[in-house]
């Protein structure tokens, strides 16, 4: 085993086995778990100490050389492989974590919490963009013997992310506090289920106010009333706001389709944007119709005023009200999160990933960018001391093995009627 100061240690100690043995061989590696290193917390032959530093530097800092480089002038001097695969091993760990969380809360076993009581929250979700490395064609041989090359393809692919802060008074995000950052590249359903799992795990039910913000993604929009029912928030207790930069983009677009003059649709956006930002919308939308009367119904600009009308219909233009209430206007904490956590470490120039890795290396920067790092790794490593596999799932002593299998296999969905909205109730 490998300690934080770069000393290797040769230990032998006892194994203990599953209880069940089939026979055919040893079993599925990881399965059994060695109780002293256990009650250390040292994993796969590492210091919990090490794995949370290397995981910390590679997950900071630009590339795997450059955390190795900064880990050497500390007088921790590992091959480049051995950086590789502790900090896969930290990203891994704090997925599977985040995973017996999750089935924990679909089984109803998982506390609500109190850290979230009485405060207000704003709560922002949105997505990025991350190439995906997709094998296609497996390497044969090693290095001089080597018959085959290994061939891949990369995908754009769309991470989700989702940001939960403390607000103030003034709709500003609380100096000093931690917010909760967490993504994932499964797909809108699978973040949304850890948005509900972090409000309950948090206590957002006893919050004072809870404000929904984000762009006009309709798979976004689709899922909020699923998640505030979820997670039994009052009505009196959400808002639920357009991103008040995407509402104006959405005017100026409408414009450029009707009025050509360059001065004559500066006067008018200005307009329309102060009406706006007063809370009449409708004026907005009246105004708009009365340029476009002449237009054919498959017209583009209709296409932007049946945006405007309909989020103004459920509530969300009302900036006037969102203003006297304390509530951010914009989205710019989530299109900040995006920035620092996907953009400066998963995406550029030549830089693909394969999902698994890219996962858990947004995970290990979530939780540092949060200022949750070293809370939530002495969780993880409890949690993994018993029970050392990543591939772990969660069971009740109580619980019967239909609802295990249930729990593990495929989440709960929420049933939908045929005149509600997608994910209107809770499953």
Known sequence: MRLLGGLLLWVTTLYCAPAAR????????????????????????????????????????????????????????????????????????????????????????????????????????????????????????????????????????????????????????????????????????????????????????????????????????????????????????????????????????????????????????KKLRKWLKQGDWWEVVLELSQLAKDLPSGHALWTELSYLDRHGEEGHLDYARFRRRGVPLGSGAIESAIRRVINLRLKGNSISWYEENAEGMMMLRCLVLSNRWDDTFVQISASLASNRRLDWTFRSPDMPAQLEAKITIEPPKPQVSATSAPYATAA
């Open 22 to 269: 089939t026979g055919n061989g040893r079993g599925r590696e990881g399965s059994g778990v060695y109780p002293e290193f256990g009650v250390l917390g040292i994993q796969e032959g590492s210091s919990p100490a090490l794995v949370r530093e290397v995981g910390r530097q590679v997950a900071l800092l630009p590339s795997y050389a450059i955390a190795r480089g900064e880990l050497a002038r500390r007088g921790l001097d590992l091959d480049i492989k051995e950086l590789y695969g502790i900090g896969k091993y930290a990203g891994a760990a704090a997925l599977t974590y985040r995973r017996r969380l999750l089935e924990q809360y679909r089984a109803g076993l998982l506390p609500a919490g109190s850290e979230w009581a009485g405060k207000r929250l704003g709560v922002f979700v949105d997505g990025g963009r991350t190439k995906i490395r997709t094998l296609t064609r497996r390497q044969k041989g090693k290095g001089k013997n080597k018959t085959q090359r290994r061939r891949y393809r990369t995908d754009w692919r769309e991470p989700k992310l989702l940001i939960i802060v403390e607000l103030d008074e003034r709709g500003r995000m609380v100096p000093g506090s931690r917010a909760v950052l967490d993504g994932t590249f499964e797909g809108p359903d699978e973040l949304m289920e850890l948005l509900a799992m972090y409000l309950h795990l948090f206590g957002a039910a006893s919050a004072k106010l809870v404000s929904f913000g984000a762009d006009g993604a309709p798979w976004v929009w689709d899922r909020w009333d699923w998640v505030i029912q979820r997670v039994g928030l009052k009505k009196n207790q959400v808002t639920k706001t357009l991103d008040w930069c995407h509402a104006v983009h959405h005017i100026s677009l409408a414009l450029e389709h009707v009025v050509e003059d360059k001065e004559e649709r500066r006067r008018l956006f």
